[in-house]
């Protein structure tokens, strides 16, 4: 290949990185809103209907449910149709099962029964998205472009969930709850007409004009064997994350009610500090991962969020002092350890992958709520802090300590080749 089509090439390349980019990072802070707008306002209305913690419960517990089991399945999937119109039939199945709840309330119908068998449905829907996708970022953007994407598309999802979750129990007061479930039924229309305008996928650029002579057998040189990917390992780094979360967000308002003693109020303000320091940290991922390892980022910012949670729980004015810190640190554990994996996943397998790594994540941070909860009920809050700070550091320091030979492997056949060639 002459340098005129390899620049050529590249060019193109980059030109359709960028375009998905600019299309799937708005289709994130969309879809995140609406969904964050839907189950606030399904809760408030199974609670207005049922006036139990045990019904908003329920309403969770068949929300997670279709995503533990149906993950994997539609990860597989991902990988053997087309991404993007899965992703489109996702979003449109969604949209039609949004506009159903409100119509059904319309009729008269039961909302607990609706609530229940919408948001079920939705995550059904979801399940399939999440893989499907992933899948498509991988397929459509260029591996030396996934820093700065991932820290966009993060920052994107956090604005979306931080902006709805503040305004949907103002706007349910104000306007009900009906009108949020039209609104999201909207935003699922408008994430699959940008996944639409991102266009059917181009063959790889360059791919069709490579020819024997290009290759390393052909040159002369031994081809290579493609170096393990420890893809389990970096499934369990990034899940740590995933698992955290779901059990924090439960343990965090019992601290806040019982331990602290403090009102709702101190709920919203941790939740708008931790949201302002995951936007900052995501937006500075790009300026901290051209200076740091991936891997050493990971699990530095992994081990400093867990100790942030053994001090969160001393008083409320520390809690309110730290937890924007806890957001930043999250932010680039979040981050650099989905570029790793979704760097070293085989874009053929990319869907069962993150598929299988969503269900084992939600899986985990059930398991682990139930367990810390109890722990919790049993003994003090505080303890179940400890608790998730220790499993989690557990789940890095296995991961990192598994993760240090294979990720420095792929480094000496690339040495071995600039040495023979030379």
């Not at 600019?22 to 306002?41: D, E, H, M, W």
């Not at 087309?82 to 979003?91: C, E, G, I, N, W």
Request: hydrophobic fraction near 55%.
């Amino acid at each position: 290949m002459s340098i005129d089509t390899a620049a050529n090439a590249d060019n193109a390349s980059l030109r359709q990185s960028r375009r998905a980019e600019r299309l799937l990072v708005p289709a994130g802070f969309i879809t995140t809103s609406g969904n964050t707008f839907q189950i606030t306002a399904a809760a408030i209305l199974v609670f207005r209907a049922g006036n139990t913690t045990l019904s908003v419960g329920w309403l969770f517990i068949a929300v997670a449910i279709p995503q533990v089991a149906l993950s994997v399945l539609f990860g597989r999937l991902a990988d053997r149709l087309d991404r993007r119109v899965l992703s489109m039939t996702a979003d449109l199945a969604s949209a039609l099962t949004a506009f159903a709840l409100p119509l059904w309330l319309w009729l008269h119908g039961s909302a607990t029964l609706g609530s229940y068998l919408a948001n079920f449905l939705l995550a059904c829907s979801a399940a399939l998205f999440m893989p499907a996708s992933n899948a498509l970022v991988k397929e459509r953007i260029r591996d030396d472009r996934l820093d700065k994407f991932n820290s966009h598309f993060e920052m994107a999802n956090n604005a979306g969930m931080l902006l709805s979750s503040s305004l949907a129990g103002f706007l349910v007061t104000w306007f009900g709850a009906t009108p949020l479930f039209v609104f999201n039924s909207g935003t699922f229309i408008a994430s699959a007409v940008l996944t639409y305008l991102i266009g059917a996928k181009q063959p790889k650029p360059g791919a069709a004009a490579t020819t024997g002579a290009d290759t390393p057998a052909a040159a002369g040189g031994a081809a290579i064997a493609p170096t393990e990917r420890p893809i389990k390992r970096l499934v369990l780094l990034w899940t740590s994350g995933n698992a955290n979360v779901i059990v924090v967000n439960t343990i965090l308002t019992v601290l806040i009610l019982h331990t602290f003693h403090k009102g709702p109020w101190l709920i919203g303000v941790t939740d708008a500090l931790a949201g302002i320091g995951f936007l900052t940290g995501a937006a500075c991922y790009p300026w901290l991962i051209a200076r740091i390892d991936g891997l050493k980022l990971a699990v530095a910012a992994g081990l400093l969020n867990c100790a942030f949670l053994l001090v969160e729980s001393l008083n409320y004015i520390v809690l309110m002092a730290l937890i924007p810190f806890a957001g930043f640190v999250f932010a680039q554990a979040r981050i650099s350890s989905r570029v790793l994996l979704m760097r070293a996943s085989p874009e053929e397998r990319v869907g069962r992958i993150f598929g299988s790594g969503q269900a084992f994540g939600l899986a985990l941070g059930t398991a682990a709520t139930v367990g810390f909860s109890a722990l919790a009920d049993t003994t003090s809050v505080r303890w179940a802090f400890v608790g998730l700070a220790a499993m989690t550091t557990t789940q890095i320091l296995i991961a990192y300590l598994s993760l240090i030979k294979p990720m420095a492997a792929p480094a000496k056949p690339a040495v071995a080749l600039e040495a023979t060639t030379a």
